[in-house]
């Protein structure tokens, strides 16, 4: 016999919306998980482009720097390549 003869209409009815029921409701508890994801990634995502702010900023100080360096060595190799001056007395 088929499930259709052994049950009454309604209660076929009442088990598909039950059914129904228990598998819409399992999938709106993904939408909290996706949500939290979600929130998670667009966190890292900020906390990334701050670290890239950082590390461009930490880059041109030391390009200036270096630039700083490079010519203190010129005026170093400029004092030690000019000739000695002669102690007076």
Excluded: H, I, W
């Excluded at 088990?15 to 409701?25: C, D, E, K, N, Q």
């Amino acid at each position: 016999m088929s499930l259709k003869k052994q049950l009454p209409p309604k209660a076929l009815t009442l088990g598909v919306a039950l059914a129904a029921t228990l598998v819409l409701g399992g999938c709106a508890t993904y939408d909290d998980d996706f949500a939290r994801v979600n929130s998670r990634l667009d966190q890292l995502d900020t906390q990334v482009q701050g670290a890239a702010r950082s590390a461009e900023s930490a880059n041109q100080s030391a390009q200036q720097a270096n630039q700083r360096l490079d010519s203190l060595e010129s005026r170093v190799q400029r004092l030690e390549g000019s000739p000695g001056r002669v102690p007076r007395g």
